[in-house]
């Protein structure tokens, strides 16, 4: 946990320095201007609007004329002010130069990206990084349809794998603000992948603490970091090396098992389904009736091969006499077509 804390700090610490070198860049502007114009409003006697021009003009090296001619004092005056100007000006522009191609200006590149995402955004997914598992959680999420905006605080990422349905933020998702730029307060579910664990675990503690109710989803390397995940009241932890080794050793130990399984989709590409529907408010027509008695099967051709009471209870493979209630959800399984006029019927 030592360790955890100290990349957090120290990541926030350089977020802190980038901020600092851009103000301080700003206030040495600032400076430089104002010393010229007062510079020449007490030597020259000009007034605040000439002062402000003649300190423009030589600064920015331009050549125009003078508002009159100067006095030895003021030539001395104006010796100093373009000397200045020349170190100021040369770490001004270097500094912004840097941040703007290191993307710390992002609200350039992606202004309306986050123009378009403070608009009303209600039960969106959030995901935090988008390396291959943000990727790929991506693209499965828009196989369902479900709307989401990603996070990532490395431009190239997605602008490389940018996609004109795709809302994003550039940004730290460890920070609050970028948190609340992605409408984390009515978003119904949170995937953090970051590469960091620390940085996951931070993404979850603060996402706990700004929507109670979220479902957050983290990515995790190792199994301690696992049990501080549960701790920090992540709901799921999926560790890829974990699930790619089972999934590599059950091909070898239940090949066919496996490929029937892959024959099945939940994404909405193959021929063949696995869908859940929410069975919150029951019709008339199905309210207090069994499986059998709605002949949902006869109705829509798709089978209910699964059943999840209110109370969290899971029922493989349900008999005919199970009775659907409200609050509940079903598992069904059949092609695209079979399954919308499952959801019809509930």
Do not use: W
Not at 1 to 19: G, H, V
Not at 150 to 158: A, E, G, P, S
């Amino acid at each position: 946990m030592f360790s955890a804390y100290i990349c957090i700090k120290r990541r926030l610490l350089n977020q802190d320095s980038n901020l600092t070198r851009v103000l301080f860049a700003v206030v040495l502007l600032v400076l430089l201007l104002s010393y010229g114009t007062f510079g020449f409003m007490f030597i020259e006697g000009y007034s605040l609007l000439d002062s402000f021009y003649m300190t423009t003009i030589t600064i920015s090296t331009v050549g125009f004329r003078e508002v009159q001619e100067l006095s030895t004092m003021g030539k001395v005056f104006t010796i100093t002010l373009i000397l200045s100007s020349l170190g100021v000006l040369a770490y001004v522009v270097s500094i912004l130069t840097t941040q703007f191609f290191e993307g710390q200006l992002s609200y350039i590149l992606s202004g309306y990206q986050k123009k378009s995402i403070r608009k009303k955004m209600e039960n969106h997914v959030i995901i935090c990084g988008f390396g291959r598992n943000g990727q790929q959680a991506a693209k499965d999420l828009m196989a369902h349809n479900h709307e989401f905006i990603i996070i990532d605080r490395h431009k190239d990422n997605l602008m490389h794998n940018f996609d004109a349905k795709i809302k994003f933020i550039e940004g730290d998702a460890t920070q609050d603000q970028i948190l609340s730029d992605a409408k984390i307060e009515t978003a119904k579910s949170l995937i953090t992948t970051l590469p960091e664990d620390a940085d996951n675990l931070f993404v979850a503690l603060t996402a706990r603490s700004m929507n109670p109710n979220i479902k957050i989803i983290s990515r995790a390397s190792s199994e301690s970091t696992e049990k501080k995940l549960k701790i920090a009241g992540v709901n799921s932890v999926v560790m890829p090396e974990r699930v790619g080794g089972a999934h590599m050793a059950t091909l070898v130990a239940r090949p066919d098992v496996i490929e029937f399984l892959e024959h099945l989709s939940i994404k909405g590409d193959n021929p063949t389904n696995i869908e859940e529907i929410v069975c919150n408010e029951l019709p008339k027509e199905v309210l207090n009736k069994t499986i059998y008695e709605m002949g949902v099967r006869q109705k829509s051709g798709a089978n209910i091969i699964g059943f999840k009471t209110p109370e969290g209870k899971y029922i493989l493979n349900p008999s005919a006499d199970t009775q659907i209630i409200s609050n509940s959800k079903i598992f069904v399984l059949g092609t695209k077509e079979q399954i919308e006029a499952m959801k019809n019927i509930f």
